[in-house]
């Protein structure tokens, strides 16, 4: 059966399916869009009572519902300025070094960091010798993706790709995963040295945006594109530890790549399948004192 399913993703038009289910999901379609919210909540397990607008009925839109908003301190941000945060609800699928340039995506299979951030040689040589983190985003999670640490804009990358499932069967049997689906790159500039925060699509995923421009895709592209930000002065968009930073409307994953030395130790409890919660403790940084 598992077979089957990897199968089914090569055969399906991936595309064109998630651009479908996009437009539904963007359409305020009244009794029919709640009805989509309801059945979501209930084959999910959602917790409504985490979310600022907990009746299915306040969301005009099924992607109004998909990125709702939570309640105040529902997800109390750890102040430490030695401790980076989770960015997202989600669950680790790996972590780890980055070893000659290669990131481990499950057993038997590893990509290239060089592929994931779009071909640009000079970006992924700012991260050889550090560590990565993969967090995935199931459907019922809270998808809005926070910044895990205080930083700078420094550049965006839309690579275009696939739409395989990120799921953890699809990790486990599709090859370089992450590096073949369409993916925003967004790389920050911290004090302990630069952050990528990869944003990956997926099959039904119809719409991966960011706070600073918008939505990134779709439409979907056929070569890469990349836009480059002030760091200083009025322009600049430097975004707080815990802030938010971008939103995926229907679930998939973020890769985090870290600069050497940036991180000390992953938090306690911090490893592979792991679930994680936006705003706790997800790893100790190095201190640049010593």
């Known amino acids: 059966m598992d077979n089957l399913k990897i199968a089914l993703q090569y055969m399906l038009p991936k595309h064109l399916l998630s651009r479908l289910v996009g437009k539904f999901a ?9 009805a989509a919210i309801k059945w979501f909540i209930k084959q999910y397990k959602i917790d409504m009572s985490e979310a600022a607008q907990s009746e299915p009925e306040a969301y005009k839109s099924f992607n109004a519902f998909f990125t709702r908003a ?18 997202v609800d989600g669950a680790v699928s790996q ?16 990509y290239s960091s060089l592929t994931l951030l779009g071909d640009q040689a000079d970006d992924a040589k700012r991260f050889e010798g550090g560590d990565f983190a993969t967090i995935y985003l199931a459907p019922k999670d809270y998808h809005r993706i926070h910044m895990p640490i205080k930083g700078t804009l420094s550049k965006m990358t839309y690579v275009p790709g696939e739409l395989f499932s990120v799921n953890p069967l699809t990790a486990k049997h599709v ?14 500039e911290t004090e302990l040295g630069p952050l990528a925060m990869v944003l990956v699509g ?12 918008g939505t990134i895709t779709p439409p979907t592209g056929k070569q ?24 995926f ?4 994953t973020v890769v985090m790549l870290f600069a050497k030395d940036t991180i000390q130790t992953f938090a306690e409890g911090v490893e592979a399948e792991a679930v994680t919660r936006m705003g706790q403790a997800f790893a100790n940084l190095r201190d640049t004192k010593k």
Do not use: C
């Not at 301190?73 to 980076?84: F, N, S, T, V």
């Not at 972590?95 to 590893?110: S, T």
């Not at 409307?249 to 998939?252: F, R």
């Open 224 to 247: 890469v594109f990349t836009w480059k930000y002030p760091t200083q002065g009025p322009d600049a968009i430097t975004l707080d530890k815990g802030e938010e930073m971008g939103r």
């Open 249 to 252: 409307k229907l679930g998939s």
């Open 26 to 34: 963007a359409a305020e379609a009244g009794a029919l869009t709640t």
């Open 95 to 110: 972590l780890g070094p980055i070893k000659d340039g290669r990131i481990f995506q499950a057993k038997g299979h590893h």
């Open 175 to 188: 090859p370089g995963l992450f590096a073949r689906n369409e993916r925003v790159v967004a790389i920050f």
């Open 202 to 213: 997926a099959t039904i995923v119809a719409s991966i945006e960011t706070v600073w421009a």
């Open 70 to 87: 939570l309640k105040p301190g529902i997800r109390p941000l750890d102040l430490d300025a030695d401790i980076m945060v989770h960015p």
